[in-house]
T-cell receptor, first 113, second 112 residues
Framework: GNSVTQMEGPVTLSEEAFLTINCTYT??????LFWYVQYPGEGLQLLLK?????DKGSNKGFEATYRKETTSFHLEKGSVQVSDSAVYFC????????????FGQGTTLQVKP | DAGITQSPRHKVTETGTPVTLRCHQT?????MYWYRQDPGHGLRLIHY???????DKGEVSDGYSVSRSKTEDFLLTLESATSSQTSVYFC???????????FGPGTRLTVT
C-alpha cells in the first residue's frame, strides 16, 4: 500500500546547526510530496511541496528534493533557529485520488539556544 | 489564512454521548476533509467531501459520520463517543486546481 515513513524523533539541535529530517515513501504511481509544519497548539501549515521527480520545494530556508530513484523527500535547512521548533510531517497524495493525504508519523524538532 | 474555523475548540464528553464537530470555511472550496491526530500516527483521514451532500469514507471512518448540507459547513458526528475517539480533530480544505490542503486550528476532544 501507499505509506510515508519519517525518521524517529525527537531531533534536538543547537541554534544555527544543519537540519535533515528523513522521509521515504511507498506509492503506486507518481505522488505529489509535501512537508507540513505544526507549531505548538496550532494546526498544520503547508511548508513546501514538489509534484514531480527532481523538483525542489523550498520555503523559509527549508528545502526538499523529490528523489524518485530513492523514493525520498528529505527536509533540510542550513541554519535552524529556536523558532523552527515544531513537529514536521511528510505527506503524499496520489494524482486523481480526490486529495487523500497520507502522512508520516511526524518528527519533533527542538532547537536550543 | 484559508478562512477555516472549527467549533468547539475543546470538548470533554462522556462515553456513549453523541458529539458533533463543525468545520466552517469562507472561500467556497469544493473539497473538505476531517482528520484525527494521534501520537505516533500522524494524521489519518476520517471522511471527506467533494461537494454538497457528496461524501466518502477515509482510512478510519468506523464510529464517525459526516454531513455537508452547505458548501461552507462540514460536520463530523460521533454517534456514541468512545474513549478511543479521544483525539485532536482537524478539518482541511483543498485549494482548487492543486493538491494543497490547508488546515483549521483543530478541536481537542476528550471522551471520559
Amino acid at each position: 500500500g501507499n505509506s510515508v515513513t519519517q525518521m524517529e524523533g525527537p531531533v534536538t539541535l543547537s541554534e544555527e546547526a544543519f537540519l535533515t529530517i528523513n522521509c521515504t515513501y511507498t506509492a503506486t504511481g507518481y505522488p505529489s510530496l509535501f512537508w507540513y509544519v505544526q507549531y505548538p497548539g496550532e494546526g498544520l501549515q503547508l511548508l513546501l511541496k514538489a509534484t514531480k521527480a527532481d523538483d525542489k520545494g523550498s520555503n523559509k530556508g527549508f528545502e526538499a528534493t523529490y528523489r524518485k530513484e530513492t523514493t525520498s523527500f528529505h527536509l533540510e535547512k542550513g541554519s535552524v533557529q529556536v523558532s523552527d521548533s515544531a513537529v514536521y510531517f511528510c505527506a503524499l497524495i496520489l494524482s486523481g485520488n480526490t486529495g487523500k493525504l497520507i502522512f508520516g508519523q511526524g518528527t519533533t524538532l527542538q532547537v536550543k539556544p | 489564512d484559508a478562512g477555516i474555523t472549527q467549533s468547539p475548540r475543546h470538548k470533554v464528553t462522556e462515553t456513549g454521548t453523541p458529539v458533533t464537530l463543525r468545520c466552517h470555511q469562507t472561500e467556497n472550496h469544493r473539497y473538505m476533509y476531517w482528520y484525527r491526530q494521534d501520537p505516533g500516527h500522524g494524521l489519518r483521514l476520517i471522511h471527506y467531501s467533494y461537494g454538497v451532500k457528496d461524501t466518502d469514507k477515509g482510512e478510519v471512518s468506523d464510529g464517525y459520520s459526516v454531513s455537508r448540507s452547505k458548501t461552507e459547513d462540514f460536520l463530523l458526528t460521533l454517534e456514541s463517543a468512545t474513549s478511543s475517539q479521544t483525539s485532536v480533530y482537524f478539518c482541511a480544505i483543498q485549494q482548487g486546481g492543486t493538491y494543497e490542503q490547508y488546515f483549521g486550528p483543530g478541536t481537542r476532544l476528550t471522551v471520559t
